[in-house]
């Protein structure tokens, strides 16, 4: 089956920092690339949509310049939170999508844990 | 605006018994996709079941069944014969408009507990 790849799994840092987060798509070309953020027990926020080779889509009240979003290939998208602040501790996960029928799901990979000091 | 909708935070069922999680979903448009994604403590999604709004039967994935009722606006999952590995947080997803380069919309999402 289709497999995406988050990495890293985890991430702990100090404030100021900057965190780069690599979603692959391992057997399949992502057309389409999803970005997400979840508080503990609580639902997935979409952040924002990147297709391959064009600027990714925001979602209203996420900063851009905040959420670095870089969608250079079929089979990659990063996400940087820039200057990270205690704030922006949370999981965050990817989804990728391909080109198919409208019953093909998304793939997710199984998410960042990122926790800022 | 679309919105899914999920009321019941928490759930309990034991081993070997049936159980439904809830979900209504609000949208204007005829054409759109049901999804239901479980999430256990690990974090991970994964891809339970799917329903287009065109489909006329209800679908069906081994224990997992969709309760599909259009006029309602309704897509309750059914899971039969309950196991302790059930036990995650269930999320009711909509894609409006169906194709894949849509995200999906989540609802807040259920958590299921099993007992033996």
């Known amino acids: 089956g289709a497999v995406v790849s988050q990495h890293p799994s985890r991430v702990i840092c100090k404030s100021g920092t900057s965190v780069k987060i690599e979603c692959r798509s391992l057997?399949?070309?992502?057309?389409?690339m999803f970005w997400y953020r979840q508080f503990p027990k609580k639902s997935l926020m979409l952040m924002a949509t990147?297709?391959?080779?064009?600027?990714?889509?925001?979602e209203q009240g996420v900063e851009k310049d905040k959420f670095l979003i870089n969608h250079a290939s079929l089979t990659l998208s990063t996400l940087t939170v820039t200057s990270a602040h205690p704030e922006d501790s949370s999981f965050y996960i990817c989804?990728?999508?391909?080109?198919?029928?409208?019953?093909?799901?998304?793939?997710f990979g199984d998410g960042t844990r990122l926790s800022i000091l | 605006a679309q919105k899914i909708t999920q009321t019941q935070p928490g759930m309990f069922v034991q081993e070997k018994e049936a159980v439904t999680l809830d979900c209504t979903y609000d949208?204007?448009?005829?054409?759109?996709?049901l999804f239901w994604y479980k999430q256990p403590s690990s974090g991970e999604m994964i891809f339970l079941i799917y329903?287009?709004?065109?489909?006329?039967q209800n679908a069906t994935e081994g224990r997992y069944s969709l309760n599909f009722q259009k006029a309602r606006k309704s897509a309750n999952l059914v899971i039969s014969a309950s196991q302790l590995g059930d036990s995650a947080m269930y999320f009711c997803?909509?894609?409006?408009?169906?194709?894949?380069?849509?995200?999906?919309?989540f609802g807040k999402g259920t958590t299921l507990s099993v007992s033996s």
């Open positions: 949208t204007s448009d005829q054409s759109y996709g």
């Open positions: 329903q287009g709004s065109y489909d006329e």
């Open positions: 990147s297709n391959e080779g064009s600027k990714a889509t925001y």
């Open positions: 057997d399949f070309q992502a057309t389409t």
């Open positions: 997803a909509m894609r409006n408009p169906p194709n894949t380069g849509t995200a999906l919309i």
């Open positions: 989804s990728a999508s391909s080109v198919g029928p409208s019953n093909k799901p998304q793939h």
